[in-house]
């Protein structure tokens, strides 16, 4: 086993957290991050947490929907997969397991990595039990045809159920557009088609090529020391190959040019939806893209989109705009869901907010507001184990650097207004975006469907 571990103090925020809630006493040392390697080389982020008896796991394979090739919706079915059936155990066995031992396991896929989490009790012989269900899941997953059957049947539901929703629609044409014929492009649900051809083979060589230990994060947090974490990681990725980590994925393209796209939609509602290639996980910009966002669009009501969309016009119950980093620039995003009479008008009342913060960037007080809505908030984001976890995994799958969130606070507290702007102006593009509108009736189809 390797040793190279590192300890860097958690965190800094904690005092934040200890002081909003007025207690006394010594301050406890703050948590450590502790990392190495297994001995078949999957990397391991570990926080010790003795508070309660419990250990919660993250074990994050580079296994998401970006590597599903021709096969759209091969990673997340695979992840689904896992819990249907395993070693000797079938999804009912694998169930009971769990349950009688107050345990919780989950899995899934998003565009970048395959998630599987447990949580258990300490105490045994709860915390063996559920520990080799969660080993064997990703090493001997058996991938039954009746399983597979009944997913699909599932997913299919499923994604009839996304064409009813404008908003999801909406959601993945949008993606289509920004993305083009990179695999973010692709919905990680995949499509009717893709799903209907997905076979056991596919699903086998999939877990084949991707579950292996050296394509593997192992987050752990809870009450255990060292060795006992050392000997937890060593049990959940023996079952796994070696293998080797992935290569990088395709870069993201500019988009060159606007791109609009209307869809009729039976509703009397209209879903605007409009965005571009954002940032990746550990972008140099990614503390002042977030805070400036969190002005323009991510503050809920107090955001200058909302002031200005249903505030002051009223053309709106809620809107909104985001950064989805991912190991390749994920997407900037911004919508609204307004009348099918006034979708005209709020998209361009959304997208003029847009260009006057590109222009001008925030005010002080503006800047001075988001700053302690953020710092202030954070401690609640990592109040739990689960919460805690989340970010080792992260960390750790996106090799950010282990200091990130000790550093978090201060990193938000030294943007400036200037940064903000300059930064927006280099990274987002009004002229450049792609807009999908969703609803609308014919007069208005015709009108939006003409621009671009």
């Avoid at 076979?199 to 050296?214: M, N």
């Avoid at 960390?395 to 030294?414: C, H, K, N, V």
Wanted: proline share 5%.
């Amino acid at each position: 086993m390797c040793t190279d571990h590192h300890r860097y103090t958690l965190w800094s925020s904690a005092l934040v957290l200890f002081g909003a809630l007025g207690s006394v006493g010594t301050l406890q040392a703050a948590p450590e991050i502790q990392t190495w390697h297994t001995a078949n080389g999957a990397r391991v982020l570990f926080v010790a947490s003795p508070e309660l008896p419990m250990v919660d796991v993250n074990l994050a394979f580079d296994a998401g929907s970006a590597r599903d090739g021709e096969r759209s919706g091969l990673a997340s079915m695979t992840a689904e997969m896992l819990t249907q059936g395993a070693g000797d155990w079938d999804a009912d066995a694998i169930a009971a397991r769990i349950e009688d031992v107050g345990a919780k396991l989950g899995a899934g896929a998003d565009r970048d990595k395959t998630s599987v989490s447990l949580r258990t009790l300490t105490r045994q012989p709860a915390m063996d039990t559920a520990v080799e269900t969660l080993a064997t899941l990703v090493s001997a997953p058996t991938f039954a045809d009746a399983d597979l059957e009944r997913e699909r049947r599932n997913r299919l539901i499923a994604l009839r159920q996304d064409e009813e929703s404008p908003r999801t629609v909406g959601q993945k044409a949008l993606y289509r557009k920004i993305f083009g014929s990179h695999p973010y492009a692709a919905d990680p649900s995949g499509t009717t088609e893709s799903v209907t051809a997905i076979t056991r083979d596919d699903l086998i060589d999939f877990h084949r090529r991707h579950y292996t230990a050296a394509n593997a994060v192992v987050a752990i947090v809870g009450a255990l020391d060292r060795p006992q974490a050392e000997a937890l990681a060593e049990r959940i990725t023996a079952g796994l190959p070696k293998g080797e980590r992935m290569g990088p994925l395709p870069d993201v393209a500019e988009l060159d040019a606007a791109i609009t796209e209307q869809i009729d939609f039976p509703s009397s509602q209209t879903t605007v939806v409009a965005g571009q290639p954002g940032m990746r996980r550990g972008d140099p910009d990614y503390f002042t893209l977030y805070v400036g966002n969190h002005i323009l669009g991510g503050s809920g009501l107090v955001s200058l989109l909302m002031e200005e969309i249903r505030e002051k016009r009223g053309l709106s119950y809620s809107t909104y705009s985001y950064f989805l980093p991912l190991a390749q620039p994920g997407p900037f995003l911004m919508g609204l869901q307004t009348k099918n009479d006034q979708a005209d008008q709020a998209r361009g009342v959304m997208l003029d907010t847009l260009r006057r913060f590109i222009e001008s960037g925030p005010s002080e007080a503006e800047l001075t507001a988001a700053k302690k809505n953020i710092t202030g908030g954070f401690p609640l984001r990592i109040a739990s184990n689960s919460d805690i976890v989340g970010y080792l995994a992260v960390i750790g799958f996106y090799d950010l650097p282990l200091d990130y969130l000790d550093r978090f606070t201060g990193r938000i507290e030294a943007v400036t207004a200037e940064q903000i702007k300059d930064a927006f102006s280099r990274r987002l593009h009004p002229d450049r975006l792609a807009i999908v509108t969703v609803g609308g009736g014919t007069e208005q189809t015709a009108r939006v469907g003409g621009e671009g």
